[in-house]
């Protein structure tokens, strides 16, 4: 009869665990410790929860006292894996292709560079590569932000570079920001605020005339940054307002923003009024962090999003970047007005 207790506790306890960390949403638990990291990683929960299946269904063939709870649990962690699976998919591992670039498009491109690890010139180099006028660069020096952006002048591409540190002790404590010179002159706007611990940007037209333009950085989900971590997303979330493009490390995934977001003209956005570039082009399973990871099993953390007055029509993780020194992996979009 113990035995039978026992094995039924065990039986409630896991349901319950998968079930919140299969979707936290249902029970508002998205954001609080521990949940906010584990859904983060679907991909690898996954596996793990693969791996559970097979061993348990070894522990059910070699031993007749612990068949039912082990087939039970087998069972459970199957179905898990399942939801994963189906979530990552729905979300998107095999992005479209990119249209031709028209005049009026933007190309944005985003790379946490681990305190300027991979070099000015090999950030430079991607930058031109992808044509892209708005490069948002969390953990990057105003110095090698602007050696970026000399390079890129030369190579026919020249750029404004703007940039918010809270202190020079660590280079992570800076983010920079590059517009380019044909979407006019550029200027931080400090009105807003930012994130809390890690700095973000936001850049308004000198003249008025275009999209405000946000390098975000809100600090990761870890013991002691929780509160400062939940503040950076609700920011963000305020400034996905009007026409508003956003790219940056946003260290949380599609599952962190119920509740942060506004309806629109076209639907619910993804955060605020934002739409996320990779949800749009069937990228949203792949993940960006850390490289150290396969694609299939890191989390989406990096994003490229915009108010409903741009429509994607590309979006790209770019995974051949994974030794050049970062963990992060830079992502590209490409943004069209829309209509």
Not at 36 to 63: H, P
Not at 108 to 119: E, K, M, R
Not at 169 to 179: A, Q
Not at 323 to 335: I, T
């Amino acid at each position: 009869m113990t035995r039978r207790i026992l094995g039924a506790a065990i039986v409630v306890i896991v349901a319950a665990a998968l079930l919140l960390a299969a979707w936290p949403q249902l029970f508002g638990l998205e954001r609080q410790p521990g949940v906010a990291q584990v859904v983060s990683l679907r991909g690898l929960a996954a596996a793990v929860s693969g791996v559970g299946v097979i061993a348990f269904l070894l522990i059910a063939l070699i031993s007749r006292r612990m068949r039912r709870l082990a087939g039970t649990l087998a069972l459970m962690l199957l179905v898990f894996t399942g939801v994963g699976a189906a979530v990552l998919a729905t979300r998107g591992t095999t992005p479209a292709g990119f249209q031709t670039k028209a005049e009026a498009d933007i190309t944005v491109l985003s790379w946490n560079t681990l305190g300027d690890a991979p070099g000015a010139a090999e950030i430079a180099r991607l930058a031109l590569a992808q044509h892209a006028d708005i490069v948002a660069l969390p953990e990057t020096s105003a110095a090698t932000a602007d050696a970026v952006k000399q390079v890129m002048t030369q190579g026919g591409s020249p750029m404004q570079r703007l940039s918010v540190s809270f202190d020079q002790v660590s280079k992570s404590h800076t983010t920079s920001l590059l517009i380019s010179g044909h979407l006019g002159g550029y200027l931080v706007d400090d009105s807003h605020g930012s994130t809390r611990s890690l700095p973000s940007v936001v850049a308004v037209p000198v003249d008025g005339d275009g999209p405000t333009i946000v390098a975000a950085h809100p600090v990761s989900p870890v013991p002691g940054e929780m509160a400062d971590w939940r503040q950076g997303l609700s920011w963000l979330a305020d400034r996905c307002t009007g026409d508003t493009i956003v790219a940056g490390d946003f260290n949380s995934t599609l599952d962190h923003y119920a509740g942060l977001t506004t309806a629109t003209a076209t639907g619910d956005g993804d955060l605020g009024a934002c739409f996320d570039g990779a949800r749009a082009e069937r990228s949203a399973g792949i993940g960006t962090w850390p490289t150290s990871l396969p694609e299939q099993l890191g989390t989406p953390i990096d994003h490229v999003m915009a108010t409903g007055g741009w429509t994607f029509v590309g979006f790209r993780v770019i995974g051949n970047e994974d030794g050049a020194g970062s963990d992060h992996r830079p992502v590209v979009a490409q943004l069209r007005p829309a209509g």
